[in-house]
Structures are given as structure tokens and as C-alpha cells.
């Protein structure tokens, strides 16, 4: 048996990379997405928030598996034809950003609103009062559950096969036959659990360098307190 | 379906896939929701009470059990069980593996909402039922689950909707709920638009409806 | 007014023996000794964080002592007899110790799944084996003694403070403890609510003879209701002696400030 894994192991480390590529892929795809719904949602013109609270509940309330057949196997007939590639990351960015817009208004609407109230005494403009002040000490909240919706991306990867893409889950499907059932499907659990924890430990990471800026940031921006008249 | 391929939507197609899609909504869809909710209810309270037990050699293997399943993918759980333990003599129809699988996987989630649920009880609560000497069964059962069970209604209610929107994961395993209904028509009359945009809409009809009456609901409990 | 003078002495309700508790590096009781007789209603003052109210968690068991033996009643309540010496006592023998000990909150407590009525049946049926029909005669009796019997069927949610105080003093009875421990019951209500809860305290200091073990700053109530007043500075108890000399000529400097302090606020 060693030798037949031997044997298939380039295909399932390919399988692997795959899995990686989408995971990370789709999650740049859903990052940007939840900031362009996430900060719609916060617009203060109501088309533009409505319109944001309409794509965020469709896709969140639809399933993923029929969201991807859908761009998959629907939108040829109407002509649109997508990569696999493509047709994964519209999926993961469009379902995820879905979800990750609530995150992103969530964690903006956590921001005190003292600090709202200190940007417009000092007379920032809307851009810069986002870009300088709100969104910096924002971010540090939205990471953990990112955290969660990136391995969430992770695991929804094992459903890529279906569209005919090469990742783990296809290649152990493969592996089946060559080492048996219950071998490959255990290590296939082994190994996504292990890029799970990887991909926790990559989140404690930018947890503590977000964390860390908005002590820096933040100096930049308070008002100084009145000096006491002796 | 010759002449009809051109047009942009087939209402004769349509009215014939409908019914079995809704048949197949209504039977297996929410059967095996309602299945594997059950499940995930009640293991995720064991979850929930082992990952609290003062007795390590409990607290920490429930809680590595409760991130393995967490963090590995529905797909590879169900073929796991479903061609992988048949190796070693058990052998389960893809129905019963579809809603254990999902069982346990929304378990381990809801380890998680019983656990916020319970640390939210105010600590007074347990020093009331030990000021009055109450026994761990009639402090438990009497106190603590009865307002945790109140607490945790929203959030039970969004892991259920979350479950129900993955039960299409089954056709990975040839389970005959609606997507994979949808799919079967689509892929027999070469024709997909119809049946998976119905599938769609019918999911839609019912997850949307429902979010927002879990939306209200915390609203009105936290009061 | 009760008498001034302790209570016959015999063998002391409560005895604490050289008591230690450490939170973690802080310790806030360091070999704290004293005695309690039965029928006593002793009134523990002092500032926050004196150890007044870690004195009465460590009598319900909310906290295990780090040293020493507290006594009730002659029998240990930390410490379980295992032949001749005494170890830590086991959860399961706690929970026999504890029934003739009761505690009223500061925050109440009341359960807000149960009405008024259930609350105050839930401890005898279950711990006590009463009957539901007992339980419910008995809780009936004290909701009408703490004058709360109208409101038997009502949810502890809708009722104002002084009325879940009430509630949970009749609960705390229903259990007929030897021993109840009343901690600055009136501290989170209303001052207009707080004159219906201490006159129901004063009643049952009249008419039973529960040993009360009080943390208050309601000095007016303490003078009437207690024997005894202990002042506690730091973990000590730097004062021990009746409300006429503590409250009128003490002896330490400390409760003298102390006291000046707290009824200036009034």
C-alpha cells in the first residue's frame, strides 16, 4: 500500500495546492465584496443601502451548492459561459461577501461613536474620516470572524469537484482506489483540518497587526485634552 | 425539446419539474433538516456540557472532537462515512449517513451557541441554586437550561436555516433531495435554467422568511 | 429591642477557626477567628473590600476556604470527619452542610423562568422531599408574612426590586435555615423600596430566632436589629461589641471615621 501512495502522492499535493489556490482566491474575492456591500450598506442614500440589503439577502439566504450549478450550468445556456476558475470565484466571492458585508457593517457600527462625533469636530471629510479613523479601529474586530468565514471557504472547496476542478477532494476521490476507502478519506480529514489550523494561525497574525496599528493610528487622532490654566 | 431550446424560459418545463422538485423539497429536504436538527440540538448540548466538565480527561478530547469536525468539509465527512467506515463493517444507507453526517457537523456548531448561552447566565443564578443547596440535576434542569434555552432560540434558529441551506452537500452522495432533483432534470433534457432557478427560489422562499422572524425574535428576547 | 447582651452561650451557631482566603496573590482573610451564638443577629460594617462579604460566601459555599475550619452548629461545614481527622469536604456532603444555611443577594437572584410561588416551592420540594401541596401551603404562608401573597402567580420580571427582595427573602425561609445570611440586601433598590424589605427583615427578627449575619450600610436598621456589630478593616475585625458602643462611643479610630462617614450620607 506505501507503495501506491507513493505512487499517487505528487497528484494529491497537487490536490492540495489546488485547494489552497481557491481558498485563498475565493477569499480575496469575498474580502473585497464585503467592503463594497458591507459599506453600501452603511450609505447614507437608502437606494444605495437597499440595493446592497437585497444582494446581501439573496445570497445569503440561497444555497452556495446552487448559487455555483447555477453560475456553472445555467448561465452557459443564457450564453454567459465562466473558466471553472472564474465561475468558483464569482460563487465564493459573491456568497462569502454576502456574508462577510454584515462583518464588515457590524464591526463599523461598533466603532464608539464618540470617535464618529470627534471626526466631525475636526472637520474630516467622509472619505478620509473612514480610510483614517473608523475603518482602522473597525478592522481588528472584523478578523476573527473572518477567521471563521476563511475556513468556511476552505471546507466549501471540497464542493469545486463538482465544476471539474482538480483539488483535494478530487484527488482523494482518486486516491480511494489505490488505498482504499477509509485510508484516503481519513487523511483526507487529517489534512484539512491541518490547513485549518494553519489558516487559524495566518488569522492570529493579522489579529495581533491590526490590533497593534490601531494603538498607533489611534494616537494620531485624539484631541488633546485642554491644558489646565495654572 | 427542440423547438423550445431558443427560448429564454420554458414554462412548460417548468410546470413539469415544479412538482417534483417541490415533492422532493418537502420530503427530503425538510425531512432531513428536521433529522439531522434534532441531532445537532441534542449532541451539541453534550458537547457543550463536556467541553465545560471539570474532569480533563473529558473537557479535552470533546474539545479537539468538536474543531475536527468544525474545520474539515461536509463532502469528505459524508464520503468518510459513507465509503470509508463500510470497510471496517458499517454500512449506512446515504439518507441516514446525510443526516448524521449533518447532525454532527451543526452539533459542533452548536457547542458553540451553548456555550455563549450558558456563560451568559449571570452568575448569580448558580449561587442562588447553591444558596438554596439545589442538586447539579435540578440546577441544571429546573434553572439554567430553561433560560439558556430562551437565550439561545435566535441563534438555534440561524444554525437550523445554515443547515437547511447545506443539505444540496448531500448530492455528493447521491441523497435525491431537490438540488440534486434539479440537477438530474437539468443534466436528462440538457436544459438546466429552469429547474435550478426554481430550486433556487424555493430555497430563497423558504430561508428568507424565516431569518427575518429569527432576526425579530432576538430582538424581542433581549428585552 | 433585642437584648444587648450576646445570646446564653453553649456551643457557639457559627465558628470561624483561623480562617484564610486567598484570591489568587491577594489574601483577604488571615486567620480570622470568632464565634457566633445561636439566635445571634450580628452586623458586619466596614469598607469595600474588607472581607465582610467574603465572610458570609464562605459560609453558603460560595468560596472554599484556603486555611482553617468554619463550624456550624458544632460540626465542621468546609472540612467532612474522616475518622479522626478532617479533610475538604466532598461537593456531595456540602450540599447537606449548606440546606441549613440561607443567603438573600444583593442582586436577588430569583429565577425568571418560575413564577413567585414556584420559586419559593422549588428548593423544598426538590431538596427537602416536601410535597408540592406543602411546599406550596408553606411558600404561601411566608409570601403572605413578607406581604408579597398577592403577587404568588406573577413573573419575578414584572415586579419591582423591593418586591423580588421580598420574594427572595420568603424563598430563602422556605427553607427554614438555621442560619441566613442577608448581604447588602438593600443596596441595589430604590431608596422608597428600601423601607418595606428592612421592615420585613425587622419582623423576622422579632418573631423567629434565626441566627442573622447582616452586611449593611443601613446603620439605623443595624442599631435596632442586631446583638452584636463587628467593624472589619483589611481582612480583621478591628471592633466586636454591641450597637450601643460601637455606634455611639467605639473605641478604634478607624470605625469611628468609618462611621462618621457613612451616616453623614443619610
Same mark, same amino acid.
Given at each position: 500500500?506505501?507503495?501506491?501512495?507513493?505512487?499517487?502522492?505528487?497528484?494529491?499535493?497537487?490536490?492540495?495546492?489546488?485547494?489552497?489556490?481557491?481558498?485563498? =482566491?475565493?477569499?480575496?474575492?469575498?474580502?473585497?465584496?464585503?467592503?463594497?456591500?458591507?459599506?453600501?450598506?452603511?450609505?447614507?442614500?437608502?437606494?444605495?443601502?437597499?440595493?446592497?440589503?437585497?444582494?446581501?439577502?439573496?445570497?445569503?439566504?440561497?444555497?452556495?451548492?446552487?448559487?455555483?450549478?447555477?453560475?456553472?450550468?445555467?448561465?452557459?445556456?443564457?450564453?454567459?459561459?465562466?473558466?471553472?476558475?472564474?465561475?468558483?470565484?464569482?460563487?465564493? $466571492?459573491?456568497?462569502?461577501?454576502?456574508?462577510?458585508?454584515?462583518?464588515? *457593517?457590524?464591526?463599523?457600527?461598533?466603532?464608539?461613536?464618540?470617535?464618529?462625533?470627534?471626526?466631525?469636530?475636526?472637520?474630516?471629510?467622509?472619505?478620509?474620516?473612514?480610510?483614517?479613523?473608523?475603518?482602522?479601529?473597525? =478592522?481588528?474586530?472584523?478578523?476573527?470572524?473572518? $477567521?471563521?468565514?476563511?475556513?468556511?471557504?476552505?471546507?466549501?472547496?471540497?464542493?469545486?469537484?463538482?465544476?471539474?476542478?482538480?483539488?483535494?477532494?478530487?484527488?482523494?476521490?482518486?486516491?480511494?482506489?489505490?488505498? $482504499?476507502?477509509?485510508?484516503?478519506?481519513?487523511?483526507?480529514?487529517?489534512?484539512?483540518?491541518?490547513?485549518?489550523?494553519?489558516?487559524?494561525?495566518?488569522?492570529?497574525?493579522?489579529?495581533?497587526?491590526?490590533?497593534?496599528?490601531?494603538?498607533? $493610528?489611534? *494616537?494620531?487622532?485624539?484631541?488633546?485634552?485642554?491644558?489646565?490654566?495654572? | 425539446?427542440?423547438?423550445?431550446?431558443?427560448?429564454?424560459?420554458?414554462?412548460?418545463?417548468?410546470?413539469?419539474?415544479?412538482?417534483?422538485?417541490?415533492?422532493?423539497?418537502?420530503?427530503?429536504?425538510?425531512?432531513?433538516?428536521?433529522?439531522?436538527?434534532?441531532?445537532?440540538?441534542?449532541?451539541?448540548?453534550?458537547?457543550?456540557?463536556?467541553?465545560?466538565?471539570?474532569?480533563?480527561?473529558?473537557?479535552?478530547?470533546?474539545?479537539?472532537?468538536?474543531?475536527?469536525?468544525?474545520?474539515?468539509?461536509?463532502?469528505?465527512?459524508?464520503?468518510? +462515512?459513507?465509503?470509508?467506515?463500510?470497510?471496517?463493517?458499517?454500512?449506512? /444507507?446515504?439518507?441516514?449517513?446525510?443526516?448524521?453526517?449533518?447532525?454532527?457537523?451543526?452539533?459542533?456548531?452548536?457547542?458553540? +451557541?451553548?456555550?455563549?448561552?450558558?456563560?451568559?447566565?449571570?452568575?448569580?443564578?448558580?449561587?442562588?441554586?447553591?444558596?438554596?443547596?439545589? /442538586?447539579?440535576?435540578?440546577?441544571?434542569?429546573? +434553572?439554567?437550561?430553561?433560560?439558556?434555552?430562551?437565550?439561545?432560540?435566535?441563534?438555534?434558529?440561524?444554525?437550523?436555516?445554515?443547515?437547511?441551506?447545506?443539505?444540496?452537500?448531500?448530492?455528493?452522495?447521491?441523497?435525491?433531495?431537490?438540488?440534486?432533483?434539479?440537477?438530474?432534470?437539468?443534466?436528462?433534457?440538457?436544459?438546466?435554467?429552469?429547474?435550478?432557478?426554481?430550486?433556487?427560489?424555493?430555497?430563497?422562499?423558504?430561508?428568507?422568511?424565516?431569518?427575518?422572524?429569527?432576526?425579530?425574535?432576538?430582538?424581542?428576547?433581549?428585552? | 429591642?433585642?437584648?444587648?447582651?450576646?445570646?446564653?452561650?453553649?456551643?457557639?451557631?457559627?465558628?470561624?477557626? #483561623?480562617?484564610?482566603?486567598?484570591?489568587?496573590?491577594?489574601?483577604?482573610?488571615?486567620?480570622?477567628?470568632?464565634?457566633?451564638?445561636?439566635?445571634?443577629?450580628?452586623?458586619?460594617?466596614?469598607?469595600?473590600?474588607?472581607?465582610?462579604?467574603?465572610?458570609?460566601?464562605?459560609?453558603?459555599?460560595?468560596?472554599?476556604?484556603?486555611?482553617?475550619?468554619?463550624?456550624?452548629?458544632?460540626?465542621?461545614?468546609?472540612?467532612?470527619?474522616?475518622?479522626?481527622?478532617?479533610?475538604?469536604?466532598?461537593?456531595?456532603?456540602?450540599?447537606?452542610?449548606?440546606?441549613?444555611?440561607?443567603?438573600?443577594?444583593?442582586?436577588?437572584?430569583?429565577?425568571?423562568?418560575?413564577?413567585?410561588?414556584?420559586?419559593?416551592?422549588?428548593?423544598?420540594?426538590?431538596?427537602?422531599?416536601?410535597?408540592?401541596?406543602?411546599?406550596?401551603?408553606?411558600?404561601?404562608?411566608?409570601?403572605?408574612?413578607?406581604?408579597?401573597? #398577592?403577587?404568588?402567580?406573577?413573573?419575578?420580571?414584572?415586579?419591582?426590586?423591593?418586591?423580588?427582595?421580598?420574594?427572595?427573602?420568603?424563598?430563602?425561609?422556605?427553607?427554614?435555615?438555621?442560619?441566613?445570611?442577608?448581604?447588602?440586601?438593600?443596596?441595589?433598590?430604590?431608596?422608597?423600596?428600601?423601607?418595606?424589605?428592612?421592615?420585613?427583615?425587622?419582623?423576622?427578627?422579632?418573631?423567629? #430566632?434565626?441566627?442573622?449575619?447582616?452586611?449593611?450600610?443601613?446603620?439605623?436598621?443595624?442599631?435596632?436589629?442586631?446583638?452584636?456589630?463587628?467593624?472589619?478593616?483589611?481582612?480583621?475585625?478591628?471592633?466586636?461589641?454591641?450597637?450601643?458602643?460601637?455606634?455611639?462611643?467605639?473605641?478604634?479610630?478607624?470605625?469611628?471615621?468609618?462611621?462618621?462617614?457613612?451616616?453623614?450620607?443619610?
Amino acid at each position: 500500500m506505501t507503495e501506491q501512495f507513493v505512487e499517487t502522492a505528487p497528484f494529491f499535493l497537487t490536490g492540495i495546492g489546488v485547494t489552497l489556490l481557491y481558498t485563498v =482566491l475565493g477569499a480575496l474575492a469575498a474580502l473585497v465584496l464585503s467592503f463594497v456591500f458591507g459599506l453600501m450598506s452603511l450609505s447614507r442614500l437608502v437606494a444605495v443601502r437597499g440595493f446592497a440589503r437585497v444582494v446581501v439577502e439573496f445570497f445569503r439566504g440561497t444555497s452556495l451548492v446552487i448559487q455555483l450549478l447555477w453560475i456553472f450550468f445555467v448561465l452557459p445556456q443564457l450564453g454567459i459561459r465562466f473558466e471553472p476558475i472564474a465561475a468558483a470565484t464569482i460563487a465564493f $466571492g459573491l456568497n462569502f461577501g454576502a456574508y462577510g458585508a454584515e462583518i464588515v *457593517r457590524g464591526a463599523v457600527m461598533a466603532v464608539p461613536k464618540a470617535q464618529w462625533e470627534a471626526t466631525v469636530a475636526l472637520g474630516l471629510g467622509r472619505v478620509r474620516r473612514m480610510r483614517r479613523v473608523i475603518l482602522p479601529q473597525a =478592522l481588528p474586530e472584523m478578523i476573527p470572524p473572518f $477567521g471563521n468565514l476563511w475556513i468556511q471557504i476552505l471546507k466549501s472547496s471540497s464542493l469545486l469537484y463538482l465544476i471539474g476542478i482538480t483539488e483535494l477532494t478530487y484527488e482523494v476521490k482518486q486516491l480511494q482506489f489505490d488505498i $482504499g476507502s477509509l485510508a484516503a478519506f481519513s487523511i483526507a480529514l487529517v489534512v484539512y483540518f491541518l490547513i485549518a489550523q494553519l489558516l487559524v494561525l495566518v488569522i492570529r497574525w493579522f489579529e495581533k497587526r491590526a490590533s497593534a496599528r490601531v494603538g498607533r $493610528g489611534a *494616537r494620531q487622532v485624539v484631541i488633546e485634552q485642554p491644558q489646565a490654566v495654572a | 425539446m427542440n423547438g423550445t431550446e431558443r427560448r429564454l424560459w420554458n414554462w412548460d418545463y417548468t410546470w413539469e419539474v415544479l412538482p417534483e422538485l417541490v415533492k422532493a423539497f418537502l420530503k427530503l429536504t425538510l425531512g432531513i433538516t428536521a433529522a439531522a436538527a434534532v441531532v445537532a440540538i441534542v449532541l451539541g448540548l453534550l458537547f457543550a456540557l463536556g467541553r465545560r466538565a471539570d474532569a480533563s480527561w473529558i473537557s479535552w478530547p470533546t474539545y479537539w472532537v468538536v474543531e475536527f469536525i468544525r474545520s474539515t468539509p461536509i463532502p469528505i465527512q459524508l464520503f468518510f +462515512v459513507y465509503f470509508g467506515l463500510p470497510v471496517v463493517g458499517v454500512q449506512l /444507507s446515504a439518507l441516514v449517513t446525510g443526516i448524521a453526517v449533518l447532525g454532527v457537523h451543526y452539533a459542533a456548531y452548536m457547542s458553540e +451557541v451553548y456555550r455563549a448561552g450558558i456563560d451568559a447566565i449571570p452568575k448569580g443564578q448558580w449561587e442562588a441554586c447553591t444558596a438554596l443547596s439545589l /442538586s447539579p440535576r435540578r440546577t441544571w434542569i429546573g +434553572v439554567i437550561l430553561p433560560q439558556v434555552v430562551r437565550r439561545i432560540l435566535p441563534s438555534t434558529g440561524n444554525q437550523i436555516i445554515a443547515l437547511f441551506k447545506e443539505t444540496p452537500f448531500l448530492i455528493v452522495i447521491g441523497v435525491a433531495e431537490m438540488v440534486t432533483v434539479a440537477n438530474q432534470f437539468g443534466g436528462q433534457n440538457y436544459r438546466y435554467i429552469e429547474p435550478i432557478t426554481v430550486a433556487g427560489l424555493i430555497f430563497l422562499l423558504a430561508s428568507y422568511p424565516t431569518s427575518v422572524l429569527m432576526r425579530r425574535l432576538e430582538t424581542r428576547l433581549a428585552r | 429591642m433585642p437584648a444587648e447582651e450576646s445570646a446564653a452561650t453553649g456551643e457557639p451557631m457559627i465558628r470561624f477557626e #483561623d480562617v484564610v482566603k486567598r484570591f489568587g496573590p491577594k489574601t483577604v482573610l488571615d486567620g480570622m477567628n470568632f464565634s457566633i451564638a445561636p439566635g445571634e443577629r450580628v452586623t458586619l460594617i466596614g469598607p469595600s473590600g474588607s472581607g465582610k462579604t467574603t465572610i458570609l460566601r464562605l459560609l453558603m459555599t460560595l468560596e472554599r476556604v484556603s486555611g482553617g475550619v468554619i463550624w456550624v452548629d458544632g460540626e465542621p461545614l468546609t472540612h467532612e470527619r474522616k475518622g479522626s481527622k478532617l479533610e475538604p469536604a466532598s461537593e456531595k456532603y456540602l450540599r447537606k452542610a449548606r440546606q441549613r444555611i440561607g443567603m438573600v443577594f444583593q442582586q436577588f437572584n430569583l429565577f425568571p423562568n418560575m413564577t413567585v410561588i414556584e420559586n419559593v416551592m422549588e428548593a423544598p420540594v426538590s431538596v427537602l422531599g416536601l410535597s408540592k401541596d406543602d411546599a406550596r401551603a408553606r411558600g404561601t404562608e411566608l409570601l403572605d408574612k413578607v406581604g408579597m401573597v #398577592d403577587f404568588v402567580d406573577a413573573h419575578p420580571t414584572r415586579l419591582s426590586g423591593g418586591q423580588q427582595q421580598r420574594v427572595a427573602i420568603a424563598r430563602a425561609l422556605a427553607m427554614e435555615p438555621d442560619i441566613l445570611l442577608l448581604d447588602e440586601v438593600t443596596s441595589a433598590l430604590d431608596p422608597e423600596l428600601v423601607v418595606d424589605v428592612l421592615g420585613v427583615l425587622r419582623e423576622i427578627a422579632e418573631t423567629t #430566632d434565626i441566627t442573622m449575619l447582616i452586611v449593611t450600610h443601613e446603620m439605623h436598621f443595624a442599631r435596632d436589629v442586631s446583638h452584636r456589630v463587628m467593624m472589619f478593616d483589611q481582612g480583621v475585625i478591628i471592633e466586636d461589641g454591641p450597637p450601643s458602643k460601637i455606634f455611639n462611643d467605639p473605641d478604634n479610630e478607624r470605625t469611628r471615621t468609618f462611621l462618621k462617614a457613612v451616616l453623614e450620607e443619610r
